[in-house]
């Protein structure tokens, strides 16, 4: 089993959409958590961290379940902009940042 | 400018070189990595080093040897060349305790 795994999509939606996706991680003792995003041949940058309480960033909501190893990103009012993949990024311990494969994200007009 | 700065680009050649790609970051963080992305966008961790000490090596194949004179230049040299090396090479750094990472804008090599 992968230690972080992503539908790799893509997620075709219309401007306006509301979409979520998850990610799940194998080692219960991961630490943190965290959504990256990366454009078309460029480089990731962090989008948000996730906090066990769930934390919103306008537009963005990050969840975590630790019960279930899962971590969610909601993305409300999709823009054009907004069209990139989205990486799932965890520490599982030893400042090791594990990432996902990334889920793309196409919007549309 | 502070930022992640990897040199080259882009680099093209033969199976069987030797080849360097050198990092450098002026945001004074204390910890870097070596990931590659593959064809897939796979992006998967080579190496961590903390104040020039390696403290993550990811089963890299030994051809591959990162060296980092200082906490601020972390670069990755690589022996014998293979094709299955192609990928893009991003270097990223953080301060240790922040987790926020900061990428270079990546180096495409590919063997021809």
């Known amino acids: 089993r992968k230690e972080v795994e992503q539908d790799p999509g893509p997620f075709n939606v219309p401007e306006g959409a509301t979409v979520a996706f998850n990610c799940t991680y194998s080692?219960?003792?991961?630490?943190?958590f965290f959504w990256y995003r990366q454009d078309c041949r460029k480089e990731p940058k962090l989008l948000m961290s996730v906090y066990s309480s769930g934390n919103e960033d306008g537009r963005f909501t990050a969840q975590l379940n630790r019960a279930s190893q899962y971590i969610s990103l909601l993305i409300r009012d999709s823009k054009l902009s907004d069209s990139a993949t989205y990486l799932c990024?965890?520490?599982?311990?030893?400042?090791?940042?594990?990432f996902g494969t990334g889920t793309r994200l196409l919007v549309s007009p | 400018d502070t930022a992640v700065s990897q040199t080259p680009k882009y680099l093209v050649t033969q199976m069987g070189n030797d080849k360097s790609i050198k990092c450098e970051q002026n945001l004074g963080h204390d910890t870097m990595y070596w990931y590659k992305q593959d064809s897939k966008k796979f992006l998967k961790i080579m190496f961590s080093?903390?104040?020039?000490?390696?403290?993550i090596n990811e089963t890299v194949p030994n051809r591959f040897s990162p060296k980092s004179p200082d906490k601020a230049h972390l670069n990755l040299h690589i022996n014998s060349l293979e094709l299955g090396d192609s990928a893009v090479y991003f270097c990223?750094?953080?301060?240790?305790?922040?987790?926020?990472?900061?990428f270079g804008s990546g180096t495409q090599l590919s063997v021809l």
């Open positions: 990223a750094s953080h301060l240790r305790g922040s987790e926020k990472l900061f």
């Open positions: 080093y903390n104040n020039k000490e390696l403290i």
């Open positions: 080692n219960s003792a991961s630490q943190s």
């Open positions: 990024v965890v520490n599982t311990g030893f400042q090791k940042l594990v």
